[in-house]
Nanobody, 120 residues
Framework: QLQASGGGLVQAGGSLELVCAAS????????IGWFRQAPGKEREGISS????????YYADSVKGRFTISRDNANKVGYLELNSLNSGDTAVYYC???????????????WGQGTQVTVSS
């Protein structure tokens, strides 16, 4: 199982760091994808990283503001969120990737999400 954490309430322009941790599986074996779902919208894949960090992908909506990374020694993944705006308000999820298509993660094992709320 995966668990995303680190969400919270932040003012526009602020930053947060999300953490993806695993139990019962070796997260370092898998590419990791980050997704988000805002109220009334479909889930969106926003970033992903290869199992060794050898590749990364960012959706246009977050490119230049979010940074994905991982620490395989500690078996965790990170998503740094900067320059947040109200459009970033959503529940954020991490997942292992079963495949990559055009850089995008095809999710396999999902984690519980963490709420990010950006106040204007």
């Amino acid at each position: 199982q995966l668990q995303a954490s680190g969400g919270g309430l932040v003012q526009a322009g602020g930053s947060l760091e999300l953490v993806c941790a695993a139990s019962g599986l070796r997260l370092d074996y898998y590419a990791i994808g980050w997704f988000r779902q805002a109220p009334g919208k479909e889930r969106e894949g926003i970033s992903s990283i290869g199992s060794s960090g050898d590749w990364t992908y960012y959706a246009d909506s977050v490119k230049g503001r979010f940074t994905i990374s991982r620490d395989n020694a500690n078996k965790v993944g990170y998503l740094e969120l900067n320059s947040l705006n109200s459009g970033d308000t959503a529940v954020y999820y991490c997942a292992t990737c079963r495949a990559r298509v055009a850089g995008r993660c095809l999710p396999d094992v999902w984690g519980q999400g963490t709420q990010v709320t950006v106040s204007s």
